[in-house]
């Protein structure tokens, strides 16, 4: 028995870890099908059968696709939208996280819940009411009401009061006798032992917002406003044969994201991890 065990036991990691590998090819193949077509002429994308691999690398696409779309300009509204809506969720999420989880005041479970509950809305019930209050201030075409309306975040809410409730209160109440100020305590004790909460929040919400397609559309009428998935789905009117500039232009949306996974892996990593022990 001893020794058939000691000879299964390798071949089950082996049979896991191809397991592993195929599941993880599976899911790069898009990615890296999309960087090969980029690099592809419009009939090369085209064939039937396909061709893996380009005949000649076309890196002109590129050039081209900065050419067809203001990329530049795509890009800083983007990265300025995302940017201000990952700090606003942070900020506030972090801020009712740790208020729900170490204050006591009247209703506090009962507002915590509807919070909650706010995440079972779809966001196409909601989609209405908000476009009519940011028609009403005025803010249709303008960086506020892309921004704003993105700043508040209930599943941030929940994550951040999760991580926080399991922070000892010994700490907190050390750093009070120590005169230390609620929002000195919150800066200097709660954000710092937060890191992977804060890392996870800010990755899906970067995604989130980066990727936002429907709500911009609505919101945004002048092209000098427009985010990269709005100007990249412009091309498809204008440039609907040229599948390599679409590529292009999709592989140059994805950059960021990926430069920001790898930038927090480890916390992201261990962020996910975490959620899903503690209680």
Known sequence: MKEESAILRPLGHTLKYLTLAAGAGIMVFPFIWM????????????????????AEPQFSNYSDLAASIPIGR???NSIFTSGLIVFGVLLSSSLAGFAFAKYRFPGREFLF?????????PFFVTLIPVFFIVRQLGWIDTYQGLVVPGLTSAYGIFLMRQFIITLPDELIDAARIDGASELRIYWRIVLPLVKPALATLGTFSFIGSWNAFLWPLLVINSRELMTLPLGINSMKSLYADNTNLLMAGTAVAVIPML????????YF???????????
């Open 113 to 121: 819940y509807v919070i909650l509950a706010t995440m079972m809305i």
């Open 74 to 76: 795509l890009y800083f």
């Open 35 to 54: 960087i090969i077509a980029s690099l592809m002429t419009a009939g090369e994308i085209q064939l039937r059968p396909p061709v893996w691999l380009p």
């Open 269 to 279: 990593i261990q962020g996910i991890a975490l959620t899903g022990l503690k209680g």
């Open 259 to 266: 430069f920001m996974f790898i930038f927090l892996q480890r």
